[in-house]
């Protein structure tokens, strides 16, 4: 069945670290991949996104990479920022339309 | 460029009164989505709509949810004869086209008393 899910619930790392969020989908067939933060109280945000031609994305301080062959999303941020904390999903665009999200993952800066 | 908006933010209501949620895309966008949050849950996927036609409902309950995108004016997510399991946020979400980006609202917290 359709879903994505992560390996990590929660992340914590020190301000100037980098960060590194997983996560493993389960439909072979999506061809489109989104990252969203998403801070309390708030709508997701878009952060950066890939399709299943590429392997790699870069963007500012953020990095996708994808492994289709294990079927594994990551977000790299570089040099996390206290405005970094969130809480961040991978979401898989399945048939054009709707997202399947994952459950999150919590990340959390210490200054 | 005004983003998605959605309104009310927050919304309380009784068990069994009526909720009506309205969400306005960003300009240029004629795809709307509506998603809904539990608490520390991921987002889910309740319906998929084009101007004057749901094109994908498959997320949404059977029953006393229907969601609308006229002609003119926002898109309207409709929750009649609330229960207290409705509580939740809900979001919208807009897109130029289909596999193209969504940008999300900030959502409508309901609450059902």
């Known amino acids: 069945g359709e879903s994505v899910g992560l390996h990590l619930p929660t992340l914590s790392v020190q301000e100037g670290d980098n960060s590194i969020i997983n996560c493993a989908y389960s439909?072979?067939?999506?061809?489109?991949f989104i990252w969203y933060k998403q801070e309390s109280g708030k709508g997701p945000q878009f952060i950066i996104d890939?399709?299943?031609?590429?392997d790699k994305r870069q963007g500012q301080r953020v990095t996708v990479l994808l492994n289709k062959t294990v079927k594994h999303l990551s977000l790299q941020i570089a040099a996390t920022q206290p405005g970094d904390s969130a809480v961040y999903f991978c979401?898989?665009?399945?048939?054009?339309?709707?997202?399947?999200f994952g459950a999150g993952t919590i990340l959390r800066v210490k200054s | 460029n005004a983003g998605v908006m959605q309104n009310p933010r927050h919304l309380v209501r009784r068990r069994g009164q009526e909720a009506r949620l309205r969400c306005s895309p960003m300009?240029?966008?004629?795809?709307v989505y509506w998603y809904r949050q539990l608490p520390e849950e991921g987002l889910k996927f309740m319906v998929y709509?084009?101007?004057?036609?749901?094109?994908?409902e498959s997320g949404m309950p059977k029953e006393r949810f229907s969601a609308e995108f006229p002609k003119e004016g926002p898109s309207i997510l409709r929750i009649q004869q609330v229960v207290r399991g409705d509580s939740a946020a809900y979001f919208c979400a807009s897109s130029p086209g289909p596999q193209e980006t969504q940008y999300f609202g900030p959502g409508t917290r309901l609450l059902v008393l």
């Open positions: 439909n072979s067939a999506s061809d489109y």
């Open positions: 979401a898989e665009n399945v048939g054009g339309n709707k997202l399947v």
């Open positions: 709509l084009q101007k004057e036609n749901i094109i994908d």
């Open positions: 890939i399709r299943s031609n590429m």
């Open positions: 300009k240029g966008h004629s795809h």
